[in-house]
Structures are given as structure tokens and as C-alpha cells.
């Protein structure tokens, strides 16, 4: 097909201890007595060469401003970057062998959002409160379960976290999961640009992400450190692609796709890994060359004839992509070079990281290169506006 070989330019314009058993209060956080760190997280042995870590030393902000992010002062120091691998690690001793083991299938609760919240979350969600307890750092924390918490009178350092993004991977022992950590200060209304540094696991791989605003993307994997590697493919027949898609409408998502699919499934590839933070990182391995989640852009632009749809599919809640869904992995992808803005074609630098209201959610087309995510942010802006002109067109009036 030698038209799909062009990409046309759009007219729009981005190993384990037995886990914690914390019964402690969600809602009132208190430090305890004499609790130390070290005696309940191990050192990953790929910090034992590292030294001095770059999150630690001052950072520089250049004449033009490009580094400076709102609330920082020069030479502030942001949360390091061994605080954030310790912490990856620790929820990851503690969730691997039950994602091995099969053991976390039940769901135990509903979160806010709506999500179910599965036997192997509410253990990541342990692990992480247990880390944060003993670390003694002036920490307050934003999670799916818990929402916004603190462990100090007067927080200095903001953590967005998901325990787990592809719960539903993990609790079947699959590979598609990692646990996803980004900071910041604590400030009033922080946004995806005051962003500091993020760091992502595996689960179920000994792969470690690393991203620090204006400074890179490092892959640790078995204690070897390697760049990105981003694909170069702009060739439609042959794209490796992913979606993500639970508790979407499933008829929106795939009527607006399935030309593509059907263009790139054969010779190329196309994936719904349901997790944003997996999805990616694969950009950044080279192994997909984009990722997209499309369907809160019906929602937004047509509530009033999509609403029941995503009621029906989210059983009573409206589920998209939360800001602290997609933060960490965003950061990751940005300094590795990738391109991303959400299906309008608008940047993240001012969505809100802890509003989780439906018309916060965000949708999301990103790409290995500029070429491609251009083709597909055309392509799915086209799509788009057919099939909410279709449904217009059917809603009743009066």
C-alpha cells in the first residue's frame, strides 16, 4: 500500500521479603518512633556503584529559564534519586512473588476513581505506606487508593504514585506492569511541569527507568546502564502500536481505530497492554514505535451523547487516564526524545497532577517521532469527529 508509507501532516497542533502488613490508619499519618529505613528495604545492588547521585547536586537553571520550574530555587534540591529507586524496590519485593503466584486476584475494594482496587494493589499499597513511614523524609504523597497523605507537619516533597499501573497484568502473572514514581515540591496546584525526576520498575522484569527534568533518560537493566533507543519507523503498515482500553467503550474506541489496526496488525503490531506506564517505556526501548488512549476525547466533546456509554463500561464510574496515571512514564518518555500531547494536540505542561475529576482525564497520542505522531494525532482527530457527528446525528432531539 504505497500511500501508507507517507505520513501526512496534521492541520492540528506532546527476590522478595515477605511484604508489609501495615495495619496503620490511612487517613492520619504518623511517624513512628525510631523506626529506621535500613532495616526494612534493602539496597538494590545497582546503587552500590552509582556514588553521588545527579538528583542530588544543585541544580543549574540556565539564562533562558528552560530548567526553572515553578516553586524552585537555584540550588534547591529535589527528592534523589536513590530515594526513588529504594522505593521502586521495595513495593517490587513486595508485589513480585504474588504476581508469580497468582494470589491477588480478589478484588477488595473500589477506588475513588472507580477502579477496582485488587488483592495484589492493596499489598503494593502496604509496601509503599511502610517505606514512606520509616523514611523520615518531610514527604507527602498522592496515590489512587489513598489520595493525597502526609507524614509531615510541614511537607517539602510532593510523590505521585501508581503501586501498580497494569494491576490487571500483574494479578495474572503477566508482564505488562510496573510501578511508577514521580516527584515534585509540595506547592499549590502542581502541574505535569513542575515535575522534578521520575523513576519506573518492572514488576516482573529487573528493568529500572530513570528520567530527571532536563537531564535524560537513563535504562538500568541487571546493572547496566543503556540509553534510549527510539524507533524511527514512520511506515503505517508496519507499525508496532498499543492501546489502552479498560473500562472505555469499547465501541467508541475501536470504531475510531479499526482502520489502523487493520492497516498495521499483519506486518507490524498492534498491543492492548492496558498500562500507560508500560506502553511508554516501550517508546523508550525501541520495541513500540507509539501508544495512544483516545476515548475521554468523546466524553469531553460530546458528554451529553457518550455518557451512558462510559457508565456502562466503567460500571457506574467514568474511567480514563488520571494525570498521576500518566505523569511518571511521560517524564520518562519526554527526556528520552519522545513526542506526545493529548488527541487535541495540546502539551501536559499545565494539566493538574491531582485532579481526578472525569474532565481532568486525559487522552493521549505519543509517538517514538515527530512524523508519526503527527500522522496519527490527524488521524484520530478525523476519526474522531466522524463518529461523534454519526452520533449526533442519531441522538434524539427535543
Known sequence: MAGAKKVIKPKTKVSSPTPPNSNVEIKKRGRPKNEDLSSTTKTHPMKRKRGRPPAEKEMEISAEGKQETRGRTRGEKMLSREFLFDLVMFIKEAVEPVARSLKGKDIVHVAPTGDPTFAIDQIAEKALLSFLRASKQPIAYYSEDTGYSTYARVPKYLLIVDPIDGTRAAKN?????????ASTRVIERPTYKDLDNACIAEIMEDRFFYAERGEGTTIISKDTKKRPKLSNNTDIETLN??????????????????KLIDLSSLRGGFFTCNSSSYSLTRLVTGQLDACVDISVRFFKEFPEGTRDMFLKSGKGSIIGPAPYDLCPALLVAQEAGCVFTNVEGDNFDNVLLLDTHPENYQSLIAASNSELHDYLLEFFNERIEQIISVLRKRRPTG
Request: aromatic share 18%; proline share 7%; net charge neutral.
Open 241 to 258: 502500536w498499543a492501546m489502552t482500553i479498560p473500562g472505555r467503550p469499547s465501541y467508541l474506541i475501536f470504531n475510531a481505530a479499526g
Open 173 to 181: 502473572g503477566f508482564e505488562w506492569c510496573t510501578i511508577s514514581v
